[in-house]
């Protein structure tokens, strides 16, 4: 999402000469063997091509997806492979629904057991992902903070955690530093962006350097990653991300 008029060896690059490590949505089209080979860490990558983790006709493509992308991962050097409550197409719902059942919520933590078991055979965890249904995915159940938590722990698996995407959780629901508080032990990763715009931090309504030293004064020591557009510069967004997370601590002075 920065550096976007650059080759894609390119950005991978300038993200790792600026000290990130790099994420990635599909690897399918990528260089795979030379985005392996040029020094850089990857963290997380999309999980699965086909498929809906709801929907027990197309559940099982979900998984067997999954294992074919697990070679990339590992070549990669991947830890976390993300998956969504539903599938996405351009980023919208292949199928919209927009009303729960519970054969979704059944199908949805039994394919996540399924993919826990997938990843405990290579070291890789998967990671559900939260989305918003209001403004970049409608159509999507299950989609809330609230309900991925809840899948990830009804699937009780050490290799299932959520990816807690803390921008869509500030459109869906708000309140993000007791979410956060809730969540963090089945968190695998937080992803952040600013709202509105879903740039990157500093340029919305989100206080980040508040969350940044809850997830401190928490012993968070995940990864955080900037799943953001450069409102701007792409170089700037990075900075305005370490910023953000750089936790500055103030001494008081004492009185006598």
Not at 127 to 138: F, K, Q, S
Not at 150 to 160: F, K, M, T
């Amino acid at each position: 999402m920065v550096f976007l008029d650059l080759p894609m060896a390119e950005r991978v690059r300038r993200i790792t000469d600026a000290g990130f490590d790099v994420e990635l949505w599909d690897t399918r089209t990528h260089d795979v063997a030379g985005l392996a080979a040029s020094g850089a860490v990857f963290s997380s990558m999309t999980g699965y091509s086909a498929g809906s983790l709801i929907d027990p006709d197309t559940s099982a493509d979900v998984v067997r997806t999954a294992e074919e992308l697990i070679p990339t991962a590992l070549e990669l050097g991947v830890s976390r492979m993300v998956v969504h409550p539903a599938r996405l197409i351009d980023g919208k719902a292949a199928t919209p629904a927009y009303r729960a059942s519970g054969a979704m919520w059944l199908t949805a933590v039994r394919t996540l057991e399924k993919l826990g078991d997938l990843g405990a055979r290579h070291g890789i965890v998967f990671a559900l992902e939260n989305l918003n249904t209001i403004v970049d995915h409608p159509g999507i159940p299950l989609a809330r903070a609230k309900d991925t938590l809840a899948l990830v722990e009804a699937a009780a698996h050490p290799n299932i955690k959520m990816m807690l995407d803390l921008y869509h959780a500030q459109i869906g629901e708000g309140n993000l530093i007791d979410l956060l508080g809730r969540a963090l032990p089945h968190v695998g990763e937080i992803q952040v962006a600013d709202v509105p715009g879903r740039c990157e931090p500093g340029t919305g309504e989100i206080n980040y350097p508040n969350i940044a030293r809850m997830l401190e004064s928490s012993g968070y020591t995940g990864t955080v990653g900037m799943e953001a557009w450069a409102e701007s510069d792409s170089a700037l967004a990075l900075d305005r991300f370490r910023e953000a997370f750089t936790v500055r601590r103030t001494v008081s002075p004492a009185l006598a």
